[in-house]
């Protein structure tokens, strides 16, 4: 039996390093796509039969060459994840709209390129599954988040109209997935563009390995929609019963948290625009920095 071959944006770093290191030790067939091509070319190496390349999902024209050159490397694909994204936070009108439009080319734009490529690809091939990594800010918003929050909210609407297409082709063979994660302890929050004046706290983070092993699981069973953890249930559940107070409280509490008492910090547009030299593990610093300020006295 042939092994399958999975396409992986957003690979050089959190969710997507890990997925490829698990995948390659099962014996898949990777092709690996990020921007920083000194950290794809180790890692390609790493995972064994894999290839890496260079490519910004924000531009179509690149996510074409990808899905070329893991046709001329493996001559098939059967998955394609999802996963590069990025992130501006802060009022929305202190984020420069050319930020906020970035965040919609890569996050929005990179999953809608990737799902047309691969959407194709599945149709002539007969089957294939197709994971998009949203996140619960595409299902409960939070202020300061609203790029990022729009960005995710239209990828889970595409999974579900392209769930509906595929079932009035009758096409089983062909599952799309979204996955819905909290915020987790990835390299994401070393590399956001941060508008707020204030150093990020995100709450609750969920393990990263954790939401690596619920991504590996979907390439072997797919389904339509995951949520990750105790925290991701109970938001889900909270805002079925009531999405006011749901986004009510979470409103609040982001207010409380993210500016009221969070530490001040100096404005920095991250890897919106050109990669980040920081963050290249699965996991990230935001944990440790998380630490360090709440044993910091208060004045």
């Known amino acids: 039996m042939l092994a399958r071959t999975v396409v992986i944006t957003g690979a ?3 969710f997507g390093r890990g997925v490829a290191l698990s995948l390659a030790a099962q014996g898949y067939n990777l092709v690996l796509a990020a921007r920083r091509s000194h950290l794809l070319e180790p890692l390609a190496k ?4 894999a290839i890496a390349v260079n490519c910004d999902v924000g531009n179509p024209d690149q996510m074409e060459k990808l899905a070329a050159a893991a046709i001329a490397k493996f001559n098939r694909i059967d998955v394609w994840i999802n996963n590069a994204g990025v992130a501006a936070l802060g009022a929305f009108e202190d984020i420069p709209l050319a930020d906020h439009l970035r965040v919609l080319q890569t996050n929005l734009g ?4 990737g799902s047309h490529i691969a959407m194709r690809h599945f149709r002539r091939s007969g089957g294939g599954t197709l994971i998009n990594v949203a996140a619960m800010l595409g299902r409960t918003p939070a202020p300061y988040y609203a790029s990022y ?4 909210y239209g990828i889970i609407g ?3 109209a392209l769930r509906q297409e595929v079932a009035t082709h009758g096409q089983q063979d ?3 997935c979204a996955v819905l994660p909290m915020a987790a302890d990835t390299p994401f929050f070393d590399h956001v ?3 707020t004046g204030h150093s990020l706290q995100p709450f609750p983070i969920t393990d990263a390995d954790e939401i690596v092993a619920a991504i590996v699981g979907l390439v072997e069973s797919p389904q339509d929609e995951l949520t990750i953890g105790l925290s991701a249930t109970a938001a889900t559940i909270a805002e079925r019963l009531s999405q ?3 986004h009510g409280m979470t409103g609040a509490m982001t207010q409380l948290l993210q500016i009221e008492q969070a530490p001040e910090s100096p404005i920095d547009e991250g890897n919106l625009h050109r990669p980040a030299m920081i963050g290249t593990g699965v996991h990230g610093s935001i944990l440790q920095r998380l630490d360090v300020e709440r044993q910091r006295p208060s004045h």
């Not at 790493?46 to 039969?49: F, R």
């Not at 990179?110 to 390129?113: D, I, V």
């Not at 929050?149 to 995710?152: G, I, Q, T």
Request: proline share 0%; net charge neutral; charged share 15%.
């Open 12 to 14: 050089s770093s959190g």
């Open 46 to 49: 790493e995972c064994g039969n």
């Open 110 to 113: 990179g999953a809608m390129a």
């Open 149 to 152: 929050c729009a960005s995710k």
């Open 158 to 160: 595409l999974c579900d």
């Open 174 to 176: 062909i599952r799309i």
């Open 193 to 195: 563009a941060n508008y």
């Open 244 to 246: 006011t107070i749901t």
